[in-house]
């Protein structure tokens, strides 16, 4: 999806622009998913397991830009990725297609600067005029800024998967899955 850039005010008086991700932005793309890996344990990856090629990366990203039920949003600060939120259908059948995911994440310098809220309200405002219903999340147990985030912007829990990641050092964490309707 093609959106306007925008400029949000951040707490610490810096202002971040968010744009929709472009296939040009596939090498900032690739080392801020390696950062934010290694940054926090709440992610789906390790930064080794961040393998995509530039080319990859460049594929993926135009062909987010290019559907227009998809909202990858990211948002930079000095001309550094921050942040991204991307929202996704969970699929085209009628039964599924007024649901859609949404994932974010931010590097750790961000954290605490209204950086997430901002982004996160804007893709739920971009969800609802793409005709969305309910979005839907997954958050780690024990990620207790992400689960508040979420519940001020209006997510519920809805259920839980016990032992949902397996780390390395053989210690498991739960999955929360939880909603937001409208």
């Given at each position: 999806m093609?959106?306007?850039p925008e400029t949000?005010?951040?707490?610490n008086g810096k202002t971040a622009v968010f744009r929709a991700a472009e296939p040009d932005d596939a090498p900032e793309m690739i080392a801020f998913l390696?950062?934010?890996?290694?940054?926090?344990?709440?992610?789906?990856?390790?930064?080794?397991?961040v393998n995509f090629t530039e080319e990859g990366e460049r594929?993926?990203?135009?062909?987010?830009?290019?559907?227009?039920?998809v909202v990858m949003l990211s948002a930079w600060v000095g001309g550094r990725l921050a942040g991204n939120c991307t929202l996704?259908?969970?699929?085209?059948?009628?039964?599924?297609?007024?649901?859609?995911?949404?994932?974010?994440?931010?590097?750790?310098?961000?954290?605490?600067?209204?950086?997430g809220k901002a982004l996160l309200t804007r893709v739920?405002?971009?969800?609802?005029?793409?005709g969305y219903e309910q979005?839907?999340?997954e958050v780690i147990s024990g990620n207790d800024r992400a689960l508040g985030l979420y519940q001020h912007v209006g997510f519920v829990q809805t259920g839980r998967m016990p032992n949902a990641f397996?780390?390395?050092?053989?210690?498991?964490?739960?999955?929360?899955?939880?909603?937001r309707r409208g």
């Amino acid at each position: 999806m093609h959106l306007a850039p925008e400029t949000v005010s951040l707490k610490n008086g810096k202002t971040a622009v968010f744009r929709a991700a472009e296939p040009d932005d596939a090498p900032e793309m690739i080392a801020f998913l390696k950062d934010t890996a290694g940054e926090t344990p709440f992610l789906l990856r390790y930064p080794d397991e961040v393998n995509f090629t530039e080319e990859g990366e460049r594929s993926l990203l135009q062909s987010r830009s290019d559907d227009p039920s998809v909202v990858m949003l990211s948002a930079w600060v000095g001309g550094r990725l921050a942040g991204n939120c991307t929202l996704t259908p969970k699929g085209a059948r009628r039964k599924i297609c007024h649901r859609a995911d949404v994932s974010i994440a931010l590097r750790k310098a961000y954290w605490g600067l209204g950086l997430g809220k901002a982004l996160l309200t804007r893709v739920l405002t971009l969800a609802k005029e793409l005709g969305y219903e309910q979005v839907e999340l997954e958050v780690i147990s024990g990620n207790d800024r992400a689960l508040g985030l979420y519940q001020h912007v209006g997510f519920v829990q809805t259920g839980r998967m016990p032992n949902a990641f397996r780390y390395d050092n053989g210690t498991y964490r739960d999955e929360i899955q939880m909603v937001r309707r409208g």
